[in-house]
């Protein structure tokens, strides 16, 4: 597909990536001509430079034949006005990014009458990955399928752990649970598991189920859950102000470190029963006064992955139950788990994953107009695996067949269907029937539709 990228920070940046690693044709606007130079020599793309919002500068891009336009730009009403030209002049669909709060309860009008066909929020999905792991602890990451009736949970696998030494094939029967452990990282090497399998120690597991088992299979291995109330947050931008939205009416005592004396006043009056404090939360001496030793979680937001880390760093050595930092650098991000850091999140790959998924539904369409597409795809292990939704449409060509007569490619687990409200864990006679919602776990790169998963 032929597609225009407006914007080449680091978002734009990532973006590009993964779209050309998606095989489309891409076209990069932006004002600063040594970013253009940088990602064209980096990428197969073609750069322009001038200022996305033009209308002869997106003619110049082929805006007008491009299957979709995606801006990216720093300023939000940058982007939606870019979206705005874009559709005017013919692209078939238009992204917008769009990270102020106060347009998040704008986003359908946004949709329907600026003809925007999809937004993107990096901090607010940031914030809700955040919220995710808060309310369910023992994660270093969360993911949702089937509007909550499906889990895919991370977990590190500690010297000690109940796991180590446990063959994948003994689970259900010793723990008579429902669960399915669809992939593992260890160091660099990545794989999706045979029943073989193994748990080692410093192995990280995603484990596939619903909420439900996933906490039976806990209690049984003796995990307890505990529940969280006392929450340091530090930073007081979008991303922070977003959690703690999330959070208010959950019961938790949340507190908010913010350098900035204006910005702590704003977050006062956004969030009364919070307590703000005003400092440099790269202080050990201000986390140690203001009570970090009695905390539950401290999540590090600010912009700054040096700060979050350091800060992440001591808020472990003080005995801080979970520690959840923003790291926006690939560089840093390997670093996380020796700075004791349990779970990263980048709002770069949560932005390019959205758009990824958008981007495969709309090829998947133009080439064969197929109903079984993608619903949601996330990355796993380190973004080497994707776990994607799929409905199943009347064109599948595997229906109603025995999934052991089926041929599918390698490296690729079928983990869970969703029929009527109902969670299948498939055996070799289950079939896949339309209606149903079909959970893949592959490392096989660019699966538009259900039919892709087929040898």
């Known amino acids: 597909m032929q597609i225009v990228i407006i914007g080449n920070g680091s978002v ?25 130079d940088e990602v064209v020599n980096k990428y197969d793309v073609f750069g322009i430079v001038g200022n996305g919002a033009s209308v002869d500068i997106q003619k110049q891009a ?25 559709k005017r002049l013919g692209a078939a669909h238009a992204i917008a990014r769009v990270r102020n709060p106060q347009y998040l309860r704008q986003t359908d009008f946004m949709c329907e ?45 500690h010297d000690g752990h109940p796991l180590v030494g446990q063959k994948l094939l003994d689970l259900r029967s010793k723990y008579s649970t429902n669960v399915l452990i669809c992939a593992v990282s260890h160091g660099d090497d990545v794989v999706i598991p045979g029943g073989d399998y193994v748990i080692r120690a410093g192995d990280i597991v995603s484990i596939t189920a619903s909420r439900k088992d996933i906490s039976d299979f806990f209690v049984k291995l003796g995990i307890i859950v505990k529940k969280f109330r006392s929450i340091f947050i530090i930073g007081g931008n979008n991303i922070s102000r977003y959690l703690a939205d999330m959070l208010s009416s959950g019961g938790f005592s949340i507190k908010i470190v913010e350098q900035n004396l204006a910005v702590c006043h704003e977050l006062a009056e956004l969030f009364p029963k919070a307590e703000i404090i005003c400092g ?72 390019a994953a959205n758009v990824i998924r958008y981007v495969r539904g709309l090829a998947n369409l133009k080439e064969n107009s197929s109903q079984s597409t993608i619903k949601t795809l996330y990355k796993l292990a380190d973004n080497k695996i994707e776990a994607l939704e799929f409905d199943v449409g009347k064109d599948f060509l595997g229906l109603s067949i025995p999934l052991r007569s089926i041929k599918l490619k390698s490296n690729l687990l079928i983990a869970a269907i969703i029929r009527d409200g109902a969670v299948i864990y498939p055996h070799g006679q289950t079939t896949l029937e339309v209606g149903d919602s079909v959970i893949v776990i592959t490392n096989n790169k660019h699966m538009n539709t259900l039919d892709d998963i087929l040898a």
């Open 280 to 351: 440099n939360a790269a202080d050990p001496d201000l986390l140690t006064e203001e009570g970090i030793d009695d905390a539950d979680a401290c999540v590090a937001m600010t912009t700054d992955d040096k700060n979050n880390i350091i800060i992440s760093m001591f808020a472990k050595t003080r005995g801080v139950d979970k520690v959840i930092a923003r790291v926006s650098a690939a560089s840093f991000g390997k670093l996380s788990g020796s700075a004791g850091i349990d779970s990263d999140i980048n709002p770069k790959y949560i932005t």
């Open 113 to 157: 009458e600026l003809g925007i066909d999809l937004i993107v929020n990096p901090e607010y999905e940031a914030a809700r990955e955040a919220a995710r792991i808060i309310r369910f602890p023992v994660a270093m990451k969360l993911d949702k399928f089937a509007k909550g009736q499906v889990e895919i949970v991370e977990i590190h696998i």
């Open 12 to 36: 734009g940046d990532s973006l590009i990536s993964s779209i050309c690693g998606e095989g489309h044709n891409v076209t990069v606007i932006d004002e600063d001509a040594t970013l253009v």
């Open 62 to 86: 082929g805006v007008q034949n491009c299957d979709v336009l995606i801006s990216v730009a720093t300023e939000d009403e940058l982007n939606m006005l870019c979206c705005m030209i874009g």
